[in-house]
Structures are given as structure tokens and as C-alpha cells.
């Protein structure tokens, strides 16, 4: 089947916390489809229903892109080896539907989707040098907020909550729809 005829990019923000996101790519803007958060049962990470969604979205499915993410210094081995074994959930439940799947590191997908959006920054208190003396603080960029405002920017009306009756909208979400973005850039030669 030719690419014209695939039209749907996912994008997944690997973790507990992560999600789903299928995208449109005929409108010149991308357009978000469908969201989800990773299905679980209890507080594990259900691959059974995973392969589900995903084998009933199959459909024009052009391509699946994932993000690239490696351990987080200072967390536990528990933690580690679960968030591993979700990016490798994803990545064969990808290779099974034979969709091809792309790894993209983070800085990667954040250079294209982060595009002409200013970096929303905040202070990071640093420790007195050894003369005892205070540091000043230094700016650090915040990815979630700086994501958020990108997300914002591409799709000003669509709604990142995860249910209708959450507050906040969905960091995972967000990230999700930012990295099939990327997916969908990639995909175009963009």
C-alpha cells in the first residue's frame, strides 16, 4: 500500500504516566484523532490491552514513533526496568501489527515540535561553592511547560485533559501528540 493511502502517525510518550496519540497527517496541521493513556491494570502496565487498541486502530497506520528514553539518574531499579519494559511492549506490539516503528530521542522531537515557541525557564537553586559561599541560581528549561505552550501553539483548541473532569491538562498526552508531531514532520521530510 502506497504512503498516500497510510495517513496515520502515532506518537507515545513512554511510562505510567504516558500515552497515545494518533494523528491525521492530510490537513497541512496535523490533527489529533485519538488520545489515550496506557491501559493498566491496577498499578501495572497492561500489554494484552495495548495490543488491543492498537490492533483495532490499525487502519492506515503509516508509521509509529516513540520516544527514545533512557534511565533517569537517582530512580530505583523497579522503576527502571517497568519504563523499559513499556518501550519494549510498544516497540513489538508495533513490530507485530507490522507498523514501522521510529525511535526518536528526546532533544530530537523537542527541536522540531518546539519550533518558534520561546522556552519557558525556571530557577534552580545551586549549592554554595566550597568557599561557602551562595551561588547565584541558575535558569533551567522547563520541557513540560515549554511543551505545553508548543502544544498550544499547533493546536490552540484541542483539549490535552485526560477525562473531562480533570483540571490540568495531561502531561503525557501532550508529550504523546508533540512526538507523533515529530512522526508526522519526519514522515513529510520536514
Known amino acids: 500500500m502506497s504512503i498516500e493511502k497510510k495517513y496515520l502517525v502515532w506518537g507515545s510518550d513512554p511510562g505510567k504516566k504516558g500515552a497515545l496519540v494518533q ?3 492530510r490537513p497541512l496541521v496535523p490533527e489529533i484523532v485519538a488520545q489515550f493513556k496506557f491501559p493498566l491494570v491496577g498499578r501495572c502496565y497492561d500489554p494484552h490491552a495495548l495490543f488491543d487498541l492498537l490492533s483495532t486502530r490499525l487502519e492506515n497506520t503509516a508509521s509509529f514513533t516513540l520516544e527514545e528514553v533512557h534511565a533517569i539518574h537517582g530512580t530505583n531499579a523497579k522503576s527502571t526496568f517497568e519504563f523499559g ?3 519494549f ?3 513489538t506490539a508495533a513490530a507485530f501489527l507490522h507498523i514501522p516503528c521510529h525511535m ?4 530530537a522531537w523537542q527541536a522540531v515540535a518546539w519550533a518558534g515557541v520561546p522556552r519557558v ?3 534552580v537553586p545551586t549549592k554554595a561553592g566550597k568557599t561557602g559561599k551562595p551561588v547565584p541560581a541558575r ?3 522547563d520541557p513540560k511547560a515549554t511543551s505545553l505552550m508548543a502544544a498550544r501553539a499547533i493546536w490552540p483548541s484541542h483539549d490535552f485533559r485526560r477525562t473531562e473532569k480533570c483540571a490540568r491538562m495531561d502531561e503525557g498526552i501532550i508529550d504523546a501528540a508533540l512526538i507523533g508531531y515529530y ?3 519526519r ?3 520536514n
Open 23 to 25: 494523528l491525521d497527517t
Open 85 to 87: 519494559g513499556t518501550l
Open 89 to 91: 511492549a510498544l516497540r
Open 104 to 107: 526518536v530521542q528526546p532533544k
Open 121 to 123: 525557564t525556571v530557577s
Open 139 to 141: 535558569m533551567k528549561v
Open 183 to 185: 512522526g508526522v514532520m
Open 187 to 189: 514522515l513529510r521530510g
